[in-house]
């Protein structure tokens, strides 16, 4: 199965990504966690990533999509998976469109985690994630057991330095911009389906499994 994950940053992408790749068996590729990473070994793709990262802007089209397509041709990607945070541009939608083509494949379904801006500030803003094991947690919606401490490994959780309120801001200016007209791009393609974020963690991820059940 071939699948994107859409939606504004703090939707529950991510969140939800890590119960659908362990429910389908495919790996979850997240974007940010791919640059994330090369930020921490200082790679001359994470110094270039993070100036733009800081600020809340999108990371070039070219660097991305070059990113992608190295991790799409890998080995454990032969049996599908599950794209978070790309493609976040018309242009990198169309790069991908592209890409599957020329391997005669197809993406099964987009899916479009729905939550309205009211919420967001708030989610993003309480994220708490570990740096170690990359659990995700949220202040007051997914607190960890002992506070500050990850459930899974034990190991400080931080926050990301992209997620305080004026990068928020902006980043959700960026999605509003850039990353909103894919809903019409997948939908005009008959590859959209819709889940309704605002549920509790569970839910969501049961409604997904309805919508993925039905592609299967
Ligand atoms: P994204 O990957 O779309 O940016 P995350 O999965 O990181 O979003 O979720 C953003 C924050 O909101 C996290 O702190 C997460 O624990 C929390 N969260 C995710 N889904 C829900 C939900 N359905 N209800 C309440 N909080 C949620
Ligand atoms: P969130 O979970 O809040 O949606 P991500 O972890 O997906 O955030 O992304 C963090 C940052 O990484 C983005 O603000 C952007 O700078 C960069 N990034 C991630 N994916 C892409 C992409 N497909 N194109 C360009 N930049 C990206
Ligand atoms: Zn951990």
Redesign the pocket.
């Known amino acids: 199965m071939k699948i994107i994950l859409l939606g504004p ?2 939707a529950g ?2 969140t939800q990504a890590k119960s659908i790749s362990n429910r389908y068996s495919i790996p979850h590729i ?4 791919i ?2 990473m090369n930020i921490s070994q200082n790679t001359p793709l994470g110094i270039e ?1 993070k100036e ?2 800081d600020k ?4 070039p ?1 070219e660097v ?1 999509i070059n990113m992608v397509k190295d991790r799409l041709a890998q080995e454990d990607c032969m049996g599908g998976y599950l794209l ?6 018309v242009f ?1 939608a169309e790069s991908l469109q592209n890409f599957l083509t020329e391997r005669n494949e197809k993406l099964d379904t987009s899916l479009l985690i729905e939550v309205p801006m009211e919420f967001i500030l708030e989610r ?1 803003i309480g994220r708490r994630g570990c740096q170690s094991c990359g659990a995700s947690y949220h202040i007051k919606f997914n607190p960890t057991k002992v506070e500050g401490k990850c459930d899974v490994c034990g190991s400080d959780i931080v926050q990301r330095k ?1 997620d305080v309120e004026e990068t928020v801001r902006e ?1 959700l200016d960026v999605y509003e911009r850039q990353t909103q007209p894919l809903i019409d791009f997948y939908k005009e393609r008959n590859l959209l389906s819709t889940v309704d974020g605002t549920e509790a963690i569970n839910e969501v991820f049961e409604s997904i499994c309805t919508i993925l059940g039905s592609k299967k």
């Open positions: 940053p703090g992408k991510g997240s974007t940010g966690d640059f994330r990533a733009h990262m809340g802007h999108l990371v089209d991305t978070d945070g790309f493609p976040r541009t990198q993003m992209d980043r």
